[in-house]
């Protein structure tokens, strides 16, 4: 019998951290780096994200992380919310915004773009909802079985809702206006902006480290 609970209460656990784990994760999904490329520590790099109005705190928060996570590498890094303002380039023709960013040094531009945000339900069993024989550990005593058919009965399921986004960064030179790096992340159910932002701009910058895009220190 105690073996039996032994084992019985490792599959819990066990379950327990892969469901944990899968709860909040970013992945890359692809990534491409233009062939004998990489980024000078003296060049200025501006990151520009790109995400619905009703995602504005998402957008800065991602500016903020990845401008962080280059600096850390010794990059050279802007966020545009914060040199250009919000709404910087609407309106402005394709000369026009060229000039501006090269008024202001910048020499590569890393975008952030939300491509897609999908929702999806999941459900969520309730306690004691493991079947097995006639004869189980919870069946030798009335009160031990009382608790268990109790929570089986009172306790029952529910559906939660779970959200992914799909993120692009592009870095492309302002000198020739050229893609040099292009990088596919999709992130499931993030805690908060904050740490989705955090995560991915981690994830990004170890792929471009990765591509020898950019240098470990």
Not at 19 to 37: D, I, N, Q, R
Not at 69 to 79: D, E, F, M, T
Request: charged share 25%; with cysteine; glycine share 8%.
């Amino acid at each position: 019998m105690k073996t039996k609970m032994k084992l019985m209460t490792a599959g819990i656990l066990t379950g327990l951290v892969l469901f944990l784990g899968a709860c909040s994760s970013t992945k890359v999904t692809s990534s491409w780096k233009e062939p004998e490329t990489s980024l000078d520590k003296g060049k200025k790099i501006m990151v520009l994200g790109l995400v619905n109005d009703r995602e504005g705190r998402l957008r800065g928060q991602m500016e903020k992380e990845m401008v962080l996570a280059l600096k850390q590498r010794g990059y050279q890094a802007v966020s545009a919310f914060d040199a250009f303002g919000p709404k910087a380039f609407k309106g402005l023709k394709e000369e026009q915004a060229l000039k501006k960013l090269r008024k202001d040094d910048i020499d590569n531009v890393l975008t952030i773009v939300m491509l897609d945000k999908a929702k999806e339900k999941s459900y969520v069993p309730g306690n004691n909802r493991m079947y097995g024989p006639w004869g189980g550990p919870y069946y030798g005593r009335w009160w031990g079985y009382y608790n268990w058919m109790y929570g089986r009965v009172y306790d029952p399921g529910y559906y939660t809702t779970n959200t992914r986004y799909f993120l692009e960064s592009n870095l492309y030179s302002i000198q020739d206006q050229q893609l040099l790096y292009s990088i596919q992340t999709e992130t499931f159910d993030p805690a908060s902006a904050e740490r989705m932002a955090v995560v991915y701009s981690n994830h990004v910058v170890k792929d471009m480290t990765k591509q020898q895009l950019i240098s470990r220190n």
